[in-house]
């Protein structure tokens, strides 16, 4: 007979890896199932490799350029996916690269690890009602964020902004020249301008060797000193002895028993093609949350027509992604021909401006809740300010060189809201690779979302020109849905089983052995990064399992 | 900020020690166990460049126009950091800009004829210095040139490219990244926060 785990957890990545290491060092055995093979951070990582040690200067093949042209290059070749893995309606434009190796996007993440709070949880009410408001409070939640934060370790600093609470943080970066600079326009406008909370570590934390600030970090961190799951949580796991981790397993359905609950996990081998099943006592899926609404809609039985723990209908609804888009670059005439500065140290921000819009007792603008924008700049590893530079010969050369250390550039990171017309449904026609039906996503930006988006544009202009410097443009349209890789959504949790899929612990109101740990269970995407925040609610979520498998409740 | 970076392989040799020393349990392998970067192939240039997309003629062109654009004018330039094999190996990986090279260079070539009866090839280097000038600079512009600055973009952009993702180019920026740091390299004018009264930079 074939074996029985206690838990069958669906991903690696920082859900399924916070839940893989919590549950295995309970003393649990854990088959966890990853559609792609592991990495080797030798081999495919940049490894400090320089543009001009790539065959195609790290443009990559132009023949094999494809949409995820954004993501991924000669840098991280063959670790995004190239195959159908979902369709999109009429109307939709969705730009979603998936990364199956092992830890997923935790290997490339963009590291900006700020907590949520109350006004995040709270986001509802405090907007005068739109949509529903977290079941968990922050102060529930705290001691998770610092758990987390001690084991990750990340940089940051004190700040007493109630809007993005402080937590348990590892010495900053050091501000740059530009930050210096850029600070002093957002000090004049009352705009906020602060080291972000970066999991990027400024010291040697827990046997993790500290940044050695190559910049190299969004092609995979070869020494592993930013988090990510192979680095930091997958070595614990395994050191119990009670991980089974099978790679190449691309999850089919959830497998369910005649009581209603489920038994198990069919997947398909990337490899041979062949359907295994495999059988626990309980379930979490952490597939990122398009991907385990997608196995969920495709656990239909007689008892599950609409697809497994969909009593709500819900299962797929209240899709939400962040909104990036450039709202302005231009250039600081006080670095014009300056010496380099070391500007590209961290890959990207060193601060951010968190959001100062809608805030408690302050204006009300004419979007409800807010956004965040990341400054990036300086000498960057390509001139791209090129195209603002006419001419040619040796006043190109000088000019180039001459503006090398002033271009800065901004990005937002603007939330969508929940809307009943963002969801994922199964694709009744199409199949992957492995036959297994795909989704098909329906998105679009809404009014809220677009009007930030303007509010964006012209408070970055007004950084610019209150910092001394000149405005080159602005990004004419955000980037399409799905590119910020920061969906949240389709299983959320709530109280109430006809509106929620998941109840406040991520445990399946209608199947009480399956739960889901990652971004799925968000009730909105807010103006922070999800990472920190799925691993917050995954050790929440998986500790609640431990006790629950321990007193017998399942 | 030549200096205050350390040499990168001596940092990759300092990180590699400590690596063996910790014993870390994460990944199976170090990556610095292995000669990245080393062992990746050279900028080697043959004594004479045979092109795999253009022919002999275009590829004269193009090495040329390369130089005038980015000229080695007692720094390194185009010549030095083999822009134009750089090229002709892009436009030859990729199909879809193939066209409009071959196109512009045609067009550069029949302008040149009308106004001066000789190729763009043939035309002393002042004259086809000129004839970019006024598709280079906005206010040197001429009616009916449009396709001439379309292509001269082009072939600016393939050239930039080609340039500043070389040793050569990214020195001459001195990009940062050629370096390691030890800690969070920070701005080095904690008296100026403003920068308003930096020195301006020789060269």
């Not at chain 1, 093949?61 to 063959?78: A, M």
């Amino acid at each position: 007979m074939a074996k029985t785990y206690d838990v069958i957890v669906v991903g690696t990545g920082a859900g399924g890896g916070m839940a893989i290491k919590t549950l295995c060092e309970a003393g649990l055995t854990v088959c966890a199932l990853n559609s792609g093979r592991r990495l080797d951070p030798a081999k495919d990582f940049r490894n400090h490799r320089q543009p001009y040690d790539m065959t195609y200067r790290g443009f990559g093949d132009p023949r094999k350029r494809d949409r995820y042209y954004h993501i991924e290059n000669e840098y991280s070749d063959g670790v995004w996916e190239h195959g159908i893995t979902y369709t999109t309606a009429p109307g939709t434009s969705w730009e979603w690269p998936r990364c199956h190796a092992v830890g997923g996007k935790t290997n490339f993440w963009g590291r900006s690890a700020a907590r949520m709070g109350e006004i995040d949880f709270k986001a509802a009410s405090l907007d005068g009602g739109y949509d529903s408001d977290w079941p968990v409070a922050y102060a529930e939640i705290a001691p998770f964020y610092s758990r987390v934060e001690r084991q990750i370790g990340v940089a940051s600093t004190v700040q007493n902004r109630p809007s993005n609470p402080d937590g348990e943080y590892l010495p900053p970066m050091k501000l740059r020249c530009l930050d210096h600079i850029l600070k002093g326009g957002c000090d004049k406008l009352g705009v906020p301008y602060l080291p972000d909370r970066l999991a990027q570590l400024t010291v040697a934390h827990e046997g993790h060797p500290p940044c050695h600030y190559c910049g190299n970090c969004t092609e995979g961190c070869d020494t592993g000193s930013f988090f990510s799951t192979p680095w930091f949580l997958l070595p614990a796991a395994e050191k119990t002895g009670r991980l089974e981790l099978r790679t190449n397993a691309v999850a089919r359905s959830v497998l369910v028993d005649e009581r209603g609950r489920t038994r198990g996990v069919a997947y398909v081998d990337r490899e041979t093609k062949q359907e295994t099943e495999v059988q626990a006592r309980a379930v979490v899926i952490a597939a990122s949350c398009v991907e385990s609404a997608r196995i969920l809609l495709n656990s239909r039985t007689r008892e599950w027509p609409n697809g497994l723990a969909n009593s709500s209908g819900q299962v797929g609804r209240n899709l939400c992604d962040h909104l990036y888009g450039t709202t302005g670059y231009g250039y600081l005439p006080q670095l014009l021909g300056q010496p380099s500065f070391p500007d590209n140290v961290s890959a990207s921000q060193v601060v951010w401006m968190p959001r100062w819009q809608n805030l408690p007792g302050g204006p009300r603008e004419k979007f409800v809740r807010g956004y965040s924008i990341y400054p990036t700049g300086g000498c960057g590893e390509y001139p791209w300010y090129e195209k603002e530079i006419e001419g040619l010969g040796s006043q190109l050369k000088r000019d180039l060189k001459r503006y090398y250390p002033s271009p800065v550039s901004f990005y937002c990171q603007i939330p969508s809201l929940p809307r009943s017309t963002n969801y994922v449904e199964i694709d009744p026609e199409v199949k992957d690779v492995y036959g297994i039906p795909v989704v098909r996503v329906h998105f679009q930006w809404g009014p809220n979302e677009l009007l930030m988006w303007e509010h964006a544009k012209q408070a970055t202009a007004q950084v610019i020109k209150a910092s001394g410097g000149d405005v080159w443009g602005a990004g004419k349209e955000p980037n399409t849905p799905g590119w910020s890789l920061h969906e949240t959504g389709t299983l959320r949790m709530g109280d109430d089983p006809k509106r929620f899929v998941t109840n406040r612990f991520g445990q399946t109101h209608d199947v009480p052995n399956l739960f889901a740990c990652d971004a799925s269970v968000f009730l909105g995407c807010s103006d922070k990064t999800t990472t920190l925040s799925i691993l917050a609610f995954s050790l929440r979520t998986s500790e609640y399992l431990v006790e629950q498998l321990r007193t017998g409740a399942l | 900020m030549a200096g205050q970076g350390l040499e990168r392989r001596e940092v990759l040799r300092i990180l590699a020690i400590a690596a063996g020393a910790s014993g870390y349990p994460g990944f199976h392998r170090w990556a610095f166990a292995c000669a990245h970067g080393e062992s990746a192939p050279l900028q080697v240039r043959p004594a004479r460049y045979a092109p795999r997309f253009f022919s002999a003629e275009e590829y004269a062109t193009v090495e040329r126009l390369a130089e005038l654009i980015l000229p080695s004018d007692g720094s390194p330039g185009a010549r030095e950091a083999g822009v134009s094999e750089f090229i002709d190996f892009m436009v030859a990986s990729d199909p879809g800009v193939q066209y409009r090279f071959r196109y512009g260079l045609t067009w550069l070539d029949a302008h040149a004829e009308r106004d001066q009866g000789k190729t763009f090839r043939e035309l002393a280097r002042e004259q086809q210095s000129e004839l970019l000038g006024h598709l280079a600079y906005r206010d040197r512009h001429r009616a009916g040139e449009e396709e001439g600055r379309e292509f001269f973009r082009l072939v600016r952009e393939y050239t930039l490219m080609g340039f500043y993702t070389s040793r050569i180019g990214l020195e001459q920026l001195d990009y940062p990244g050629l370096r390691i740091y030890g800690e969070s390299p920070g701005c080095p004018h904690p008296g100026d926060p403003e920068h308003r009264n930096l020195k301006a930079s020789k060269g």
